[in-house]
């Protein structure tokens, strides 16, 4: 059973920060690259940013050098830092992980960038 939970989404104003956190069930997770993703209404989830088990990640162009992604293998812990959001950012934001083929998700955590 794989469980993931996110927390730390709310409202912000553009410019602002975030820091999203997943906090996720089941041993192999520790070895298993994390991924955050983000989807808005009618829109398909699209990638944020990827990190592998020995930390080496991964980021969509459009968060290059404003979201870092980091993780604590032992805590099976995977966080999301948000710096210098704007309105686009806003979206529902998901912790994944992939297993034998199977996606996992959380139940998301909304991100509002607005003044």
């Known amino acids: 059973q794989v469980v993931l939970v996110e927390s730390g989404g709310g409202l912000v104003q553009p410019g602002g920060s975030l820091r999203l956190s997943c906090n996720a069930s089941g041993t192999f997770v520790r070895v298993s690259p994390m991924h955050w993703y983000r989807q808005t209404p009618g829109n398909q989830r699209e990638l944020v940013a990827g990190?592998?088990?020995?930390?080496?990640?991964d980021y969509a162009d459009f968060v290059k050098g404003r979201f870092t992604i980091s993780r604590d293998n032992d805590r099976r812990m995977v966080w999301l830092q948000m710096n210098s959001l704007n309105k686009n950012d806003t979206a529902v934001y998901y912790c994944?992980?992939?297993?034998?083929?199977?996606?996992?998700w959380g139940k998301g955590t909304l991100v509002i960038v607005s003044s």
């Open positions: 994944h992980v992939k297993r034998l083929g199977l996606d996992y």
């Open positions: 990190i592998t088990d020995t930390g080496r990640s």
